[in-house]
């Protein structure tokens, strides 16, 4: 069965840290664009980041450059969050599409499976 599961969400203070974490089961991620979105609450989704197959590439929204940083290792999929603001309160989701379709890969949400999502907040 093929799967996407997200973890590391929880609470935290403005400017903190967290790391979320999308693990694959049933398929390997060495053929597939990586994205992660989000959903706030009463907003539409809105691409996040995403990394190639080979994790040579990513690509990231005006939103969260400089403060979230992507990355890969073997079937698991990361998404370092710094300097987190009350903005970035949403519901986090990774999706996984074919190796061929970085192009847009944030702004494109067209991707064949997706995760059940994980709360993150950021509060005082």
């Known amino acids: 069965q093929l799967q996407l599961v997200e973890s590391g969400g929880g609470l935290v203070q403005p400017g903190g840290s967290l790391r979320l974490s999308c693990a694959a089961s049933?398929?390997?991620?060495?053929?597939?664009?990586i994205g992660w979105f989000r959903q706030a609450s009463g907003k539409e989704r809105e691409g996040v980041s995403c990394?190639?197959?080979?994790?040579?590439d990513t690509d990231y929204a005006d939103s969260v450059k400089g403060r979230f940083t992507i990355s890969k290792d073997k079937n698991t999929v990361y998404l370092q969050m710094n300097s987190l603001k009350p903005e970035d309160t949403a519901v986090y989701y990774c999706a996984a599409r074919s190796w061929s379709l970085f192009r847009k890969c944030v702004s494109d949400q067209n991707y064949d499976y997706w995760g059940q999502g994980t709360q993150v907040t950021v509060s005082s």
């Open positions: 049933g398929f390997t991620l060495d053929m597939s664009v």
């Open positions: 990394i190639s197959n080979n994790a040579m």
